[in-house]
């Protein structure tokens, strides 16, 4: 049997450039989807949340003398179809969509009391009144006064804190 000289073969490290570029490409699509991922926004952010509780009136009359006097009242109405409970319900304003220091951490009213009065005077209305909120009722927001001034576009959310997310979004003119 003849015997086999090795000698002219040169042995290699192994590495392939085929699979080199194939891992280095498998890496990057993998490291790109992680990211696309991590990044990305839920598929509601751009939905904007019906009005469920619609702005009917911003007040800034004075009840007696009919004079403008800068009162700032925000009246909502549940327009919707069901009862929501009103203690897991919050709301932010926003004035030409700046969002106002007012604080209002329930549409409960009794609960509101108890809660610190940082821009809003008082809430009111069938709606604030019961453990819910439901369809037809109305609350009003009485914002610190001179906060709303005529021609002031105001927005309100309104947050189910159970879920946290902005179940109503609804703005009007002043």
Do not use: C
Not at 26 to 55: G, K, S, V
Not at 73 to 81: D, P, Q, S, V
Not at 85 to 108: P, V
């Amino acid at each position: 049997m003849p015997e086999i000289k090795i000698s002219n073969i040169q042995l290699s490290s192994g590495v392939s450039p085929v699979i080199a570029t194939t891992f280095m490409l498998m890496i990057t699509i993998l490291i790109a989807a992680l990211l696309m991922l991590l990044l990305r926004l839920p598929a509601d952010a751009y939905e904007q949340p019906p009005a469920l509780f619609a702005i009917t009136d911003i007040d800034s009359i004075d009840d007696v003398t009919g004079n403008l006097n800068y009162d700032s009242r925000i009246e909502l109405i549940n327009k919707g179809t069901e009862s929501y409970q009103n203690d897991d319900l919050s709301a932010f304003i926003y004035r030409n969509n700046y969002k106002l220091d007012a604080r209002i951490t329930t549409i409960n009213g009794y609960l509101f009391i108890k809660t610190v009065h940082i821009g809003v005077q008082s809430l009111s209305g069938s709606g604030t009144r019961d453990i819910t909120w439901k369809p037809g009722e109305k609350v009003t927001i009485d914002l610190t006064d001179n906060t709303l001034h005529p021609g002031d576009k105001v927005s309100v959310e309104v947050i189910k804190k159970s879920s946290k997310t902005v179940i109503s979004r609804d703005s009007r003119i002043a």
